[in-house]
């Protein structure tokens, strides 16, 4: 997690930027490239985000831009900058660390990797992706499944799917599959290594972006050169166009990211016309150094002149994706990236600790399906909620007492993370405390979303099952809004009282049984 501490006219405030590297790899490539273990020592994901937080402290001390001044909207402005973890994340670690069994080390490897929170994770044109007959990439998709839905790689993996639109047929039974059977968030798409790049704009691609949005998954597409990348944007509006004649109920579900777009081709306002469109992003990838400066300030000031905030009333920075492209490229080239976004000269000529924020992490999470489609239980019936409340001499929060009992879980095997997804606070501007957690019974594979938050700051703490009547809501919930007020009467009909760890513990593990 990225923090900012500004002062401006005689007031300090902090805002914390999560951090979401929107393009990385996992599997082996035909061509050499692997990345087969995140955790694995040295070269592994995890170890190349310590390797960029520490690039990074090394650019500070040797430039000393950790702080510096600036003006931001007309106002002096002092940024000074520091990475802290996830506090939840970082409290269920620690959690692990003091029971001293499975997972006991996390808690000491995060804290040289506390920068980047999550990383979206794809297949390459993996080796051994036509092991199984269903479509090209299943063995591919199966491999990403399993690290990213389960513990601990769940916490930090945003895994999407791969498939081949010219399988017809088997690449939208794919899509589906990824998504409701494998847990799988999003699709990559790769004309040039399967040889459709030549065909990109035609119906079987077309079918898989309508499919990818009735499933509210974002996709990216692998571009090499400028005229992929128009021939993409010429895909996006021939489906957009398709969508709003027959399924105009999945427009806001339909998003394409553009990947490797900006490499090569800053000041070509025909490649930055194919992102600036609705349903479209841009990620950053192979961008770094002076170049990833030039363009962000070029991209800018183009957008601002052109008064594209018209195109569909998204700002400049609400189009970009920080993304690496590892394991091709980096450490030094997320580096040489990512201080472009951060650094004196990045404010200066007019970016703001909002487009930050979008860049770094915010539109990633706003694409995810989990934000927007209903993340509820969709069929049986009603789970007890269990609050938590630590008496009044404990020198332990009830949010503890709540993290405690879910580590000790995680131990004993009876409940697995198949995915999480952070609260926001009232708007996306700034999140808070609560979470949406994704557990499934490792035996039964009994799946539930539970959303953990405060109801009494440090107090009171609930774990609520969410079922057919109770759907999470991204931006939290107020106690006096009457549709909020409707949301948790619904789940208070039935609860359990917890007053210390291991009574949280018994009544989570009632929900499971």
């Keep these: 997690m990225l923090t900012a501490t500004i002062e401006q006219e005689g007031k300090t405030r902090v805002e914390n930027i999560f951090v979401i590297d929107s393009h990385s790899h996992l599997g082996e490539d035909v061509d050499g490239a692997t990345m087969m273990n ?14 960029v937080q520490g690039r990074i402290k090394s650019y500070w001390v040797n430039t000393g831009e950790q702080s510096f001044s600036t003006n931001i909207d007309g106002k002096h402005t002092n ?15 620690i959690a692990l660390e003091s029971l001293g069994k499975r997972h006991s080390d996390l808690n000491l490897k995060s804290k040289f990797y506390s920068f980047i929170d999550q990383s979206v994770v794809f297949p390459f044109q993996d080796v051994f992706r036509d092991k199984h007959p269903e479509a090209l990439y299943r ?14 790689f769940s916490m930090k993996l945003i895994g999407y799917a791969r498939c081949d639109p010219m399988e017809g047929e088997k690449a939208i039974k794919e899509v589906i599959y990824a998504r409701q059977v494998l847990g799988l968030r999003g699709l990559k798409l790769h004309p040039r290594s399967e040889r459709w790049i030549d065909d990109i704009n035609t119906d079987n691609p077309l079918k898989v972006l309508i499919e990818a949005a009735s499933h509210s998954m974002p996709v990216l597409f692998d571009t090499r050169g400028r005229g992929s990348i128009l021939d993409i944007a ?12 027959h399924y105009p109920e999945l427009l806001p579900h339909f998003k394409v990211i553009i990947a490797h777009f900006a490499q090569g081709n ?3 306002y025909e490649v930055y016309n194919a992102i600036v469109q609705p349903n479209t992003y841009g990620d950053l990838s192979m961008l770094h150094g002076e170049g990833a400066g030039n363009f962000l300030e070029d ?57 930050v924020r979008n860049i770094m992490g915010l539109n990633q999470i706003k694409i995810l399906p989990e934000y927007n489609l209903p993340q509820n239980k969709n069929n049986g019936s009603s789970l007890p909620c269990t609050l938590i409340s630590n008496p009044s001499n404990s020198n332990i929060t009830s949010y503890e007492i709540a993290i405690k009992a879910l580590a000790k879980l995680i131990v004993e095997n009876k409940v697995d993370i198949k995915r999480f997804c952070i609260q926001f606070k009232d708007t996306w501007d700034s999140f808070n405390d609560g979470i949406l957690l994704n557990a ?19 107090q009171i703490a609930l774990f609520a099952p969410l079922n057919k009547e109770t759907a999470w809501n991204k931006f939290g919930y107020k106690y006096f809004n009457p549709k909020d007020r409707a949301f948790f009467a619904s789940i208070f009909k039935q609860n359990y009282l917890a007053m210390n760890e291991k009574q949280a513990v018994e009544c989570l593990t009632q929900i499971f049984n």
Aim: proline letters at 6%; a positive charge.
């Design 234 to 245: 010429e895909l996006i509006k021939s489906t957009r166009t398709t969508i709003t004649q």
């Design 440 to 458: 499934i019974t490792p035996t039964t594979k009994k799946e539930v979303p539970i959303m953990l938050s405060q109801l009494v700051k440090d």
């Design 139 to 152: 063995a591919s998709n199966i491999n990403i499944s399993r690290f990213t839905t389960r513990f601990p």
């Design 38 to 51: 995140p955790l694995a020592p040295g070269t592994g994901t995890f170890d190349f985000w310590g390797n």
């Design 266 to 268: 800053i000041g070509d």
């Design 79 to 93: 940024i000074s900058w520091e990475f802290n973890p996830y506090p939840f994340t970082e409290n269920l670690y």
């Design 299 to 355: 991209f800018q000031k183009w957008f601002k002149v052109q008064n594209k905030i018209r195109v569909d009333n998204r700002d400049w920075s609400e189009y970009l994706l920080y993304a690496s492209d590892y394991p091709y490229f980096g450490d030094i080239h997320a580096q040489k990236l990512l201080i472009y976004i951060i650094n004196k000269q990045f404010f200066d000529r007019g970016g703001t600790i909002k487009d």
